[in-house]
């Protein structure tokens, strides 16, 4: 069987060497237009990216619009049910061809010219089409597909690039907890059409994922929000942060390909997932709804399920699914990046249920985001002004010989608060970003 590496070349060009050190790696990383641009092309652009999942386009032609690694994308559905995701570009004179975020249409018309497309973006219509000449073809002006489309249990992914491995592949480990995170309670299917939050983040988008498997900051970073949930109604929410959450079962792991997870679930679902939430609008009416309709025993495995799941699983470089909501980082400068959270539901549960979830799923990005976007952007500040202190620290448990392979799947496993995710993606991006540069040297025959 192939692995990833079989896909990557020999990396004798490592023009980033420089900018990484045994538990460090160089704040030009983080600052460097160059460096964002370059990872547009290396990193983004030749590998498997997160861009929707299948309930956003459920119905035939429906269609959304997505900036996804830079790239601005048209993802729609054929009345047949096929996907389609293709660059939201003109072929005439480049122009964003929809110019909406979503809907339902059976086409596609260019505001500059009035070039026609269909929902999968051929090219059904150019107006006084005789000035072209005989020459011209009505298929060589359709909007370009992208290189490589798959989907894994409803969540879509692109890559720009015919040149990586099968999706499976490139998930690994990651797809049998995606498989567990899906699966909870009794397998509804999830669904992504509940809206979604948006943080526009000054501050690259490496910050924003070097969080996403941060272990170590939640009781310091949110320590107003836990004391709020902690004063008033005790040993709730992520109180077991309260003490050195490095003794507790609570681990952070290394899923190979630059996919890392944290698990919260040996506290979070302990004894009863349900009990620990704090009090919320309707919390005592929907639960009491529930037992009466279900009985006490279905009713609490019900809403055990549709807490927060307990996983932080990273899939990189821009798919986070965190509890019960997926995030997605999209990179919009060295300085500057958009997060989105999008709330989820299932398909089949009483309402309660799905009322329950969306209840829980305002309380972090309103309450926790900012807390972190404030320390994304301070970290970018401090970075870009202080050139005196060039390096960025990611050695937490590299020296202290704690980690061990898990026996349950040979998978390598560190206390809570490891920096292991930084420096597991930083390795991937390395790889990524060295082939490139190397592949370019070659097709400019400089190599």
């Not at 030009?28 to 498997?48: A, C, K, S, V």
């Not at 059409?193 to 924003?208: D, E, R, S």
């Not at 005592?284 to 019900?302: C, P, Q, T």
């Not at 390795?427 to 025959?445: I, K």
Request: overall charge negative; glycine content about 8%.
């Amino acid at each position: 069987m192939t692995t990833y590496s079989d896909h990557l070349p020999s990396l004798d060009h490592q023009p980033y060497q420089h900018l990484f050190k045994p538990g460090f790696v160089h704040r030009r990383l983080y600052i460097d237009e160059d460096i964002f641009q370059q990872e547009l092309l290396y990193l983004y652009g030749r590998t498997w990216l997160y861009i929707a999942h299948e309930s956003e386009i459920a119905n035939p032609n429906d269609f959304i619009t997505r900036r996804v690694g830079g790239r601005p994308l048209i993802i729609s559905r054929h009345a047949t049910g096929s996907i389609h995701a293709f660059f939201n570009r003109c072929t005439h004179r480049g122009a964003i061809v929809c110019r909406e975020p979503r809907g339902n249409t059976k086409g596609f018309i260019c505001g500059y010219h009035a070039w026609t497309f269909n929902i999968t973006g051929e090219c059904t219509s150019v107006p006084l089409r005789q000035g072209y000449g005989k020459s011209f073809n009505l298929a060589q002006a359709s909007l370009q597909p992208v290189a490589r489309l798959e989907s894994y249990r409803g969540f879509i992914f692109a890559s720009y690039s015919k040149d990586v491995p099968s999706l499976t592949e490139h998930l690994g480990a990651a797809a049998r907890l995606i498989d567990q995170w899906l699966d909870r309670g009794e397998k509804e299917p999830v669904v992504v059409q509940n809206g979604a939050m948006p943080f526009l983040v000054n501050a690259n988008w490496k910050t924003i994922y070097d969080n996403a498997g941060d272990g170590y900051h939640p009781p310091f970073s949110h320590e107003s929000m836990l004391k709020v949930f902690s004063n008033r109604y005790g040993d709730v929410d992520m109180n077991y942060y309260g003490s050195d959450f490095d003794k507790s079962p609570m681990y952070s792991k290394n899923l190979g390909n630059g996919h890392t997870f944290l698990d919260q679930r040996p506290e979070m679902h302990k004894l009863s997932a349900w009990k620990r939430q704090h009090v919320m609008p309707g919390y005592e009416v929907m639960e009491n709804a529930l037992i009466e309709k279900y009985g006490e025993a279905h009713a609490l495995s019900m809403l055990d399920a549709s807490t927060g799941s307990g996983m932080n699983l990273n899939i990189f470089p821009n798919l986070l699914i965190i509890g019960n909501q997926i995030q997605m980082p999209e990179p919009l400068a060295a300085n500057k990046t958009q997060l989105t959270w999008f709330a989820t539901s299932r398909e089949g549960v009483p309402e309660e249920i799905n009322a329950i979830r969306m209840r829980m799923q305002e309380d972090f990005p309103s309450f926790g985001e900012v807390d972190d976007s404030a320390n994304f952007e301070a970290c970018q500040e401090g970075m870009v002004s202080i050139p005196e202190m060039a390096w960025i620290d990611i050695r937490r448990h590299q020296d202290t010989k704690v980690g061990a392979l898990d026996p349950a799947d040979q998978l390598w496993r560190e206390p809570m608060s490891s920096d292991l995710h930084m420096r597991t993606y930083w390795q991937r991006w390395q790889a990524l970003m060295n082939t490139g540069a190397t592949r370019t040297l070659v097709e400019a025959g400089v190599a």
